[in-house]
C-alpha cells in the first residue's frame, strides 16, 4: 500500500503540491475550509479575491517539474510584461525593459490558475491508470493535529456544521501544511517543535481598482507592460487580464488611506496624483472602492524549522508570507514544491528529505522576503530618478556584454530559477560594488576630460 498524506490548503501551492505528490504514487487527500471555487455561485465573493499576479521563471519551472502537459494548460491565458510602464504626474508614458534578451514576467488571474490546478486533478483522477486517486475535501477546516510515531492525526470541522460539535479525525502518514499566511499548521506544530517565528504588518495597505476593457474588448493601455504610477509613499500598479480590462492595485499607508473617505476628498487626491489612471478607472468607481471596499493588509511571516520529524511540513505562504512588490510569493511557492519533490526523489527516506529542506530552505526564504521589502522603494520612488536609471542603463550594458559573468537582480529573481534567491543577493552585492567602481571612474574620467577641454580652450 502507498503511503497517504494530507495536504491543507487547495490555494495555488496546496494543489501543485498535490499533483507532484500525486504522480509519484502516494495517496493524497487534499482538504481545504472553503467550498470548492469552481461550485461557488458568489460572484462577491470571486470579485473580491480577484487579484492578478505575475508569475515568472521559478513558477513555470516547477510547474514544468510536476508535469509539463499540465504547465501548457493551466498558462495558456498568460499575457507577457515586457517591462515596466513608468506614468509620471505629467500622463507620459515610459517603458523601462525588464530582460536583456526578451524575458517577460507574465500576468494571470489567481482565482482562474487556482480553478485551472483543480481542473488538473480532475483530469489525474480521469487519466490516471495507478489506483492512487486524489481525494479533495472542501468545505472542511482543520482544527487540531497530533501525533503519533506512525500517523499524523487531524481533527475536521465541516463547514456546514455550525456548532462545530462533529469533529472527524484522520490519520495519513505525514502531513503537508500549505494553508496560508495564517496557516492552522504552523499553530498546530509550534506546540512540538521549537519554532522560531515572526510576524510583522508594514505600514501599507492596498485596494483594488478594475479598468474596464475599451471598445470591443481593446486594451486601454499597453497590456504587454507592468503599469506603474510611482508617488514615493504611495503607488498605483496595473496588470492586463484577457478580456481587455485591467486589474489595479492602490498602495498606501493606512493613515492616508483611511482618510480618503469621503468624495470631497478622495476626488482631489486622484485628480492631483493621478489624473491619467481617473480617466481610465472612472471617478464615480474610485470613490465607490475606497469608500466601500475593505482594504488589504499586508505582512512578512517568517519561521524556522519547518517540519515536525517526517510526519508534518509548511511550505509557501505558510512557512513564508511575504509583501508582493516583486511578484515572487506564488513563484516562491511552487519553487518550495519543486525543492521538496526534488528532495523526496532524492533521498532514501523521508525524514532524510524533511531535513534538507529545513536545513537548505531558510537562507533563500531569507533572502526573498528581504528583496520583497526592498524592491517597495524601487518600484514606488527609485524608477523616476535619474541617478537609478544611470546604474541601471551601466548594469543592462554589462549584463549584455558579459551575460556569464553579469547578471543584474531584477534578471536573476525572475529569470534564472536556477540561481537560489540568497545566491542572487550575493552576487548583487558584488556587482553594486564594481559598479560604484565603475561609476566613480566614469564620473572622473568626465571631469578630467572637461578640464582637458577647458584648459585647451583658454
Ligand atoms: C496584492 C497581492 C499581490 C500579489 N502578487 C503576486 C505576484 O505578482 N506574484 C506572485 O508570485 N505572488 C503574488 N502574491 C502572493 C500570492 O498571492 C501568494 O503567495 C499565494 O497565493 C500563496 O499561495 P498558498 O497556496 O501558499 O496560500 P493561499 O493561496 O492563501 O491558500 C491557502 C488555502 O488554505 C486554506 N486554509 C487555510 N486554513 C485552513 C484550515 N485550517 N483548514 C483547511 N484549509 C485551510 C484556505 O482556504 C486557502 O484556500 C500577491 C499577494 C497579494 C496579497
Ligand atoms: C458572498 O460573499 C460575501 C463576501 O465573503 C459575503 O459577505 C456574502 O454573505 C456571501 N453571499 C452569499 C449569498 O453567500
Ligand atoms: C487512500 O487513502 C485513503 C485514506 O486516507 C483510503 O480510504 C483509500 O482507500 C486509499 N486509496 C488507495 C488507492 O490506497
Ligand atoms: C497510532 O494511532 C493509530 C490510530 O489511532 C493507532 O491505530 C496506532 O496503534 C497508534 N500507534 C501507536 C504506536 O501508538
Ligand atoms: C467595434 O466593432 C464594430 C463592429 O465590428 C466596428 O464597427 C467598430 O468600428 C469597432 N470599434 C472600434 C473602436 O474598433
Ligand atoms: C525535521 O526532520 C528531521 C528528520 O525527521 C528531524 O531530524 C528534525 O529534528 C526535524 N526537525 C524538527 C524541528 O522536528
New binding site residues.
Given amino acids: ?2 503511503e ?1 498524506v494530507a495536504v491543507i490548503g487547495a490555494g495555488l501551492v496546496g494543489s501543485l503540491m498535490t499533483l507532484g505528490l500525486a504522480h509519484r504514487g502516494y ?1 493524497v ?1 487534499l482538504i481545504d475550509m472553503r467550498p470548492d471555487p469552481r461550485k461557488t455561485s458568489n460572484k462577491s465573493e470571486k470579485n473580491l479575491r480577484s487579484i492578478n499576479l505575475a508569475v515568472s521563471d521559478r513558477g513555470i519551472r516547477a510547474l514544468e517539474f510536476v508535469d509539463k502537459e499540465m504547465s501548457e494548460r493551466v498558462l495558456k491565458d498568460i499575457i507577457p510584461m515586457h517591462g515596466r510602464m513608468i506614468h509620471t504626474l505629467d500622463g507620459k508614458q515610459e517603458s523601462q525593459i525588464y530582460g536583456l534578451f526578451g524575458e517577460h514576467i507574465n500576468s494571470i488571474d489567481r482565482g482562474k490558475l487556482n480553478e485551472h490546478l483543480l481542473d488538473e486533478i480532475d483530469l489525474f483522477n480521469e487519466n490516471s491508470e495507478n ?3 486524489i481525494q479533495c475535501i472542501f468545505n472542511h477546516k482543520v482544527a487540531g493535529l497530533s501525533f503519533n510515531t506512525s500517523f499524523a492525526k487531524i481533527k475536521l470541522i465541516n463547514g456546514d456544521d455550525k456548532d462545530n460539535d462533529n469533529e472527524i479525525e484522520k490519520n ?1 502518514d505525514f502531513i503537508i501544511g500549505a494553508d496560508g499566511s495564517y496557516s492552522n499548521i504552523r499553530y498546530q506544530i509550534q506546540k512540538y517543535i521549537r519554532m522560531n517565528y515572526q510576524q510583522e504588518y508594514i505600514d501599507k495597505c492596498y485596494l483594488e481598482l478594475y479598468i474596464p476593457p475599451g471598445e470591443n474588448g481593446s486594451f486601454l493601455i499597453d497590456p504587454n507592460h507592468l503599469h506603474i504610477w510611482p508617488r514615493k509613499e504611495f503607488m498605483l500598479i496595473a496588470l492586463a487580464n484577457e478580456d481587455g480590462s485591467f486589474t489595479s492595485t492602490f498602495f498606501g499607508p493606512w493613515k492616508l488611506t483611511e482618510t480618503l473617505n469621503k468624495r470631497e476628498l478622495i476626488e482631489p487626491f486622484f485628480n492631483d496624483n493621478f489624473p491619467d489612471a481617473v480617466k481610465l478607472i472612472g471617478m464615480d468607481n474610485i470613490v465607490r472602492v475606497f469608500k466601500e471596499n475593505p482594504k488589504g493588509a499586508l505582512m512578512q511571516v517568517t519561521c524556522n524549522k519547518y517540519n515536525y520529524s517526517d510526519k508534518a511540513i509548511i511550505i509557501g505562504d505558510a512557512s513564508h508570507s511575504m509583501v508582493p512588490f516583486y511578484g515572487q510569493g506564488m513563484n516562491c511557492g511552487f519553487e518550495d514544491v519543486r525543492v521538496l519533490l526534488q528532495l523526496l526523489d532524492k533521498s532514501t527516506t523521508r525524514e532524510v528529505a524533511f531535513d534538507s529542506y529545513t536545513e537548505s530552505r531558510h537562507e533563500d526564504l531569507k533572502a526573498i522576503l528581504k528583496l520583497a521589502i526592498d524592491n517597495y522603494n524601487e518600484m514606488s520612488t527609485k524608477v523616476i530618478s535619474s541617478a537609478y536609471l544611470f546604474r541601471k542603463t551601466l548594469d543592462s550594458l554589462l549584463g549584455k556584454l558579459l551575460p556569464k559573468y553579469w547578471i543584474p537582480l531584477y534578471t536573476m529573481v525572475s529569470f534564472r530559477g536556477d540561481i537560489p534567491y540568497s545566491e542572487c543577493i550575493r552576487r548583487e552585492k558584488r556587482q553594486q560594488t564594481i559598479l560604484k567602481i565603475v561609476e566613480t571612474s566614469l564620473i572622473g574620467m568626465c571631469a578630467i576630460a572637461g578640464w582637458w577641454k577647458y584648459r585647451k580652450s583658454t
Avoid: A, L
Fill in positions: 500500500m502507498s497517504t495517496n487527500t489506483s492512487n486517486k495519513f
